[in-house]
């Protein structure tokens, strides 16, 4: 798969993850966290990140970083651009560390394709991105610990929901052929 190529395909599954969530996320977030405004509950856009980090490692951000500033809320003043910036590529950078540090002390297998990954390890290497997205919404004060809290647990389920989806559709693909 050439380079644009894969720029195209992320971008569009990214663009497509935001606008689930604006669509689902935040109808489901009034019933289930209304007095968090920030977090949302099933935050989609996690999960490509992460199957975008296993699929292309370092490059993933690459590849997601223009639409993910697309997305991004710049606020009116310098220090909210820059924030949103520093979010928009922490949080891409987050999901390619949770596999290099994971895989690093043997906690999953990390071959790049060459081997098929558990789906353990995917469900683990994406909860500890999640973690480090949370944390660093945390550390740059965007957030206070429950809202963290929240930006963790959203992407965490957007994650699963993604994995869900994705294994549905691509049995069905085999199915089909």
Same mark, same amino acid.
């Given at each position: 798969?050439?380079?644009?190529?894969?720029?195209?395909?992320?971008?569009?599954?990214?663009?497509?993850?935001?606008?689930?969530?604006?669509?689902?996320?935040?109808?489901?977030?009034?019933?289930?966290?209304?007095?968090?405004?920030?977090?949302?509950?099933?935050?989609?856009?996690?999960?490509?990140?992460?199957?975008?980090?296993?699929?292309?490692?370092?490059?993933?951000?690459?590849?997601?970083?223009?639409?993910?500033?697309?997305?991004?809320?710049? &606020? *009116?003043?310098? %220090?909210?651009?820059?924030?949103?910036? !520093?979010?928009? /590529?922490?949080?891409?950078?987050?999901?390619? $560390?949770?596999?290099?540090?994971?895989?690093?002390?043997?906690?999953?297998?990390?071959?790049?394709?060459?081997?098929?990954?558990?789906?353990k390890s995917l469900a683990?290497?994406?909860?500890?991105?999640?973690?480090?997205?949370?944390?660093?919404?945390?550390?740059?004060?965007?957030?206070?610990?429950?809202?963290?809290?929240?930006?963790?647990? &959203? *992407?965490?389920? %957007?994650?699963?929901?993604?994995?869900? !989806?994705?294994? /549905?559709?691509?049995?069905?693909?085999?199915? $089909?052929?």
């Amino acid at each position: 798969m050439t380079d644009l190529v894969a720029l195209v395909m992320c971008s569009i599954f990214y663009a497509m993850a935001f606008e689930a969530v604006f669509v689902v996320s935040d109808k489901l977030q009034q019933f289930v966290l209304p007095d968090i405004i920030y977090a949302s509950v099933l935050f989609f856009p996690h999960g490509v990140r992460v199957l975008a980090a296993y699929l292309f490692g370092w490059r993933s951000i690459l590849y997601l970083l223009p639409i993910s500033i697309v997305f991004v809320w710049f &606020g *009116d003043d310098a %220090g909210t651009i820059f924030e949103g910036l !520093v979010l928009a /590529l922490g949080s891409l950078v987050a999901c390619v $560390l949770a596999f290099e540090v994971l895989s690093r002390f043997d906690f999953i297998e990390r071959n790049y394709l060459s081997v098929s990954i558990d789906w353990k390890s995917l469900a683990l290497a994406g909860a500890f991105g999640a973690m480090m997205n949370a944390a660093l919404h945390y550390t740059l004060d965007v957030t206070d610990v429950r809202a963290s809290g929240a930006i963790f647990v &959203g *992407d965490v389920l %957007g994650f699963a929901a993604v994995l869900v !989806v994705s294994m /549905l559709f691509f049995r069905l693909l085999r199915e $089909l052929s």
